[in-house]
């Protein structure tokens, strides 16, 4: 298997508080990895670090094999590592389609000024954009709304469209930021479903999530943390029988624990 990121003894602190420490872990090629935790135990922070939002203060990430720590969010973003959010944050004021084409542009190849000549090579890419548009919108069953105003679609909806909108920019690897929050059963049991489709167009998949019957059911390999430190890593079997994971979730008079 062939790593596309390696995180290397991270570590950060805010203030006297280590919220990530000494965290190693590997994404392949092709998989499924579920970054799982109790709340605060540092998922959000792992993947600021990846996607270059805080400088870890210690150890190395590496994408293919070089290494990429302390790189900008927008070099990061170019070399093909994108997250979706947990909020929305579609253009009010646009069709679907157009937020979706809209997430092109990172991959676009024309200069801006070529757009207003019009020139046969811009005109070819728009066609090309286009197409990948449509593509995406009919692998995340949004053809049917195309041409309605995100924003006004339901919540479930518009978080498909934001999928939809970061696939637009041909990520190598996404990191889905808990994509099952405040989904519905129907719209969350749909989602492993999208996660496989994405998975199979050949896009690496980290999924921080809170929802353990997703991260149960798609990941390949899970990575758990607490506090900030990696306590078991494996297959969905081996981590829902490891008792550090069990005591991390037990300890914890929460819905987690239940779900866990
Ligand atoms: N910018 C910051 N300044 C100070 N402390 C922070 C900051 N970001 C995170 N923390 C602390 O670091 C720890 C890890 O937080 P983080 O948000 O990464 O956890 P999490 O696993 O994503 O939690 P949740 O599941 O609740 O979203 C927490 O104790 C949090 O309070």
Redesign the pocket.
């Known amino acids: 298997m062939t790593a596309l990121l390696e995180l290397d003894g991270i570590g950060i602190s805010?203030?006297g508080?280590r919220?990530v420490d000494d965290l190693s872990f590997t994404v392949n090629q092709g998989q499924i990895v579920g970054l799982i935790?109790p709340?605060?135990?540092?998922?959000?922070?792992?993947f600021n670090m990846i996607t270059g939002v805080y400088k870890p203060a210690s150890g190395t990430i590496r994408w293919q094999g070089n290494d990429i720590t302390g790189a900008k969010p927008a070099r990061i973003a170019t070399l093909g590592l994108r997250r979706t959010f947990q909020t929305i944050r579609l253009f009010a004021d646009m069709s679907v389609f157009e937020n979706v084409r809209a997430g092109c542009h990172l991959a676009a190849r024309q200069h801006w000024w070529q757009g207003l000549l019009a020139l046969p090579a811009q005109r070819r890419e728009e066609a090309e954009l286009a197409a990948r548009t449509h593509d995406i919108l009919r692998r995340l069953d949004l053809e049917g709304v195309a041409d309605t105003p995100a924003t006004s679609l339901p919540y479930g909806v518009q978080r498909r469209v934001e999928l939809a909108r970061t696939l637009a920019g041909q990520p190598r690897l996404i990191i889905l930021d808990e994509p099952a929050a405040g989904l519905n059963d129907a719209e969350s049991a749909a989602l492993n479903d999208t996660i496989f489709m994405i998975r199979d167009t050949g896009v690496t998949i980290l999924l921080v999530e809170?929802d353990m019957n997703v991260v149960m059911q798609v990941s390949d390999h899970i990575v758990v943390i607490n506090f900030?430190r990696k306590i078991a890593e494996g297959n969905a079997t081996a981590i829902r029988t490891n008792p550090a994971v069990i005591e991390a979730y037990l300890g914890r008079d929460d819905d987690e624990a239940t779900a866990a």
């Open positions: 805010f203030g508080l919220a935790g709340n605060g135990a540092g998922k959000t922070t792992v809170h900030g």
